[in-house]
């Protein structure tokens, strides 16, 4: 059983930053270089939508067309951990975001389907 919390999340300004971290963590013992993963946010009402990925291994990444050129997804292996930079927010973006995890380690993909393992989210708000 992977274990995901995130944290980071909070009240900012339109055309702040904020930055997520997702931190995994396994009774067994956890890698994060053998699983690739991702982030999603869901407003209130509103479905489950992909952010970011980064792949295991070889640190590809994907963006949704709506936060490209403002967010940046990257990883820590030795701290467990996978981060979102958040630039230039926008009240578009406020949400509750979540990390999740899949041992495809080379998967790219922002399709909630795909991810097995997942955490229990962190709110992000952007308001005035």
């Known amino acids: 059983q992977v274990h995901l919390v995130e944290s980071g999340g909070g009240l900012v300004q339109p055309g702040g930053s904020l930055r997520l971290s997702c931190t995994a963590s396994?009774?067994?013992?956890?890698?994060?270089?053998?699983?690739?993963v991702a982030w999603f946010r869901q407003a209130p009402g509103k479905k489950r939508e992909g952010v970011s990925c980064?792949?295991?291994?070889?640190?590809?990444?994907s963006y949704a067309d709506s936060v490209k050129g403002r967010f940046t997804i990257s990883k820590d292996d030795a701290k467990n951990t996978v981060y979102l930079q958040m630039n230039s927010l926008k009240p578009e973006d406020t949400a509750f975001y979540f990390c999740?995890?899949?041992?495809?380690?080379?998967?790219?993909?922002?399709?909630?389907?795909?991810?097995?393992?997942w955490g229990q989210g962190t709110q992000v708000t952007v308001s005035s």
């Open positions: 396994e009774a067994s013992g956890f890698s994060l270089d053998l699983y690739t």
């Open positions: 980064i792949s295991a291994s070889d640190g590809y990444t």
């Open positions: 999740a995890a899949s041992a495809h380690p080379e998967l790219l993909s922002l399709n909630t389907v795909d991810f097995r393992n």
